[in-house]
């Protein structure tokens, strides 16, 4: 029970549910105010500007959150004169709907924040589509819009003014608990009933995830000067978190080793169960300190690990007295804990320290972590042709919502019946298949489930008063969780719209019926076309992943060379490294999920790219071990052998990214020169060295292991291509 009273307090501190207040605050204030002075329906047109604009305003720096709500201000303003010139001429409407599809859908190739300004231009066009207005109507409805975006861009920019650091401080502690959710995945490796292979795929989805989480921390925080510059207390402390929680997730990733191998030594002992035990009271300390940091209070430490610690050595102890194991598998493992408590305790420490006498040289330079967003035109001009599958998205919703139009027109379907059916596609057609068909899936079933409780609620509740306050529960219940259940988000919105509909005096059933259907045959010409027209195959995205993934863990690898040549990089250049293969693994990691979830026949090779998504996984983990433990190493214990073997897994990698490069390769790739030292110390037999050593021929082994699995991939592509002509030239 206190547990989930926890995650219902830090659910209301966090930042989801205070972007569904903001909007909720926006779009209800004036509706309420306008009912008070009996114009109910002004009152809607006023809130509309503050829904559209409210829906664009996603997390980000503070700059880049004021640009993008005046740039989907202007957007949705020059939509809503076009859609009026249209004049009600379905010729007209309907180039209108193709261009207007097309030119927003387009905008997502600026970034993220430009494709959701790019939705809500489409969605204003889908609200006013066959509204035939005179002039004065258009004015006044045009000023009431504006005067709504103007009301939530006050409200939004007064919650950043007031707190500007309250939104990086929430999405700091969400990342906190991805961070936790990490390790706990982790933690059933040491469970010996558990399906290892599953259980990476679970691990390499929860690093996706966290990956996305540090990106917005990182525009939240290294995107404002104010943050990293300022000397007083709040932004340095939270950027300081930050920069721990980074290096304690890498921590998290280095603790990898042959968990079958490790559960077959030692799971009759129990002391994997206590391992698993400590590894989640971590987990425990870490959303201890995510809910601390969310309720906006100074974090004290919920556990003293120490005994948990010398429980484990003593046990460690124990099994090689009694059963005469080799143990140092345990005992890095034991090793990295430490490292993480003290990453932890560190974290705690900083409450008692002066934030601004704290330097870390990847905080200096945190600007260079950070992806500079520039509106290059070029950029728009470059995607502008087949290959890109932006383009070829921005094609299929300009023909598809075309096609809707017209669809609905010859049904004979009404405004509001036209506007369920295009909304429907908008909301479902995404860019790739596999997420219009996840997609298309949640939105029916919420709708349906929806409608039902919208029903049940109109049926049996006649109060007005009772009905307005539980439209504003479902409104600021749905947009609380877009962001993290779609499909419950939906539940709720369905309701909210039933109600809303039955103060303007329409049949609320026969509306609840009809939006079901609309939602229905919109989701089927959304998934159809997805097959059909310009199709992006994930399959087809495969190898250049994989590609960028083994650049980046050779880039990343390439730094031990610089280390043991005596070119030591500097801490932000290793993690900066470090960074790349993050985000190359969650690409990859995301663009496998989406392919599992295509059709069979689309999907090649998921048993040779299950096994690569998981040995590049073991590889960056290993190499996130190793590169540490030379970084720490002192030069006297670093010799040419070890150059020799990192030399050997580099030229492996060299060569699977050579057979991977293809004609249209877009993303160059340079081989790092280096020279042998002059003095070598071959015969150092130190320990490190030969732990070293050792870690360096389990790399190759990796290594090695890719290079066939990705040499099989290539292989059976190669085979199919030749299939494939052979049955051309027969049926020619």
Known sequence: MKKIIQEIKHFLNGQYFADGLRITIGCIVPIVVCAILGVFQTGTLISLGALLIGLSDTPGAPAHRRYGMFACLGITVFTYIVVYLAGGSILFTAIAIASLCFLNSMLAVFNSRAANIGLMGILMLLIHIDATESFQQFATNLFYFILGAAWYIIISLSFTQVRPYRLAQQELAETIRKVAEYLRIKANFYDIKIDNDANYLKLIDQQIQVHEHQENVRDHLFQSKRSIKDTTKTGRYLTL????????????????????????????????????????KVTNELDHLAYQLNANKIPKPLYNFNNDIDSLVQSIDKIEKEYQYNTIALKKVVINLRNIVAQLDRIYNLSLLSAKDIKKEDVDNAEKFVNKVNLDWSQFEENLNLKSTIFRHAIRMSIVMTFGYLLT??????QFNSYWVMLTIMVILKPGFGLTKERNLQRLIGTIVGGIIGTIILVTIQDETTRFILLVFFFLTAYSLFRINYIVAVMFMTPYVLILLSFNGMNTLEMAQSRIIDTFLGGMLAFVSSYVILPNWESTQVKGNMRKLLMANYNYIAQIIKIISGEKPTVTEFKLARKDVYIATANMGSTFQRMLTEPKWKQKNTKELNRFVIFNHILSSYSATLTRRVWEANSSELNNEHLRLVKKTLNSLEQLIAALEDEHEQHPFFAIKYTLPKETNDNNESEESKLITEQLQFLNKISSDLQKSVMQIIDVEKQSKLEALENEAKNS
């Open 241 to 280: 978190i930050f920069s721990d929680i980074v290096d304690l997730f890498e921590q998290s990733m280095a603790t990898h080793y042959d968990y079958d191998a490790v559960s077959e030594k030692f799971g009759h002992t129990g002391i994997l169960n206590r391992f698993k035990f400590t590894i989640l």
């Open 409 to 414: 027109k010859l049904l004979g379907f009404g």
